[in-house]
């Protein structure tokens, strides 16, 4: 069960990280 939770935690890491790139991307791609 520990193992799970903090496979789910690593899972919602990677995810978070992935959404702030692609709105930093978004955001650079529509100041052109």
């Given at each position: 069960m520990f193992i799970?939770?903090?496979y789910t935690c690593k899972i919602i890491?990677?995810?978070s990280?992935?959404?702030?790139?692609?709105?930093?991307f978004e955001g650079h791609f529509s100041l052109k």
């Open positions: 799970f939770l903090n890491k990677v995810l990280d992935a959404l702030k790139k692609v709105k930093l």
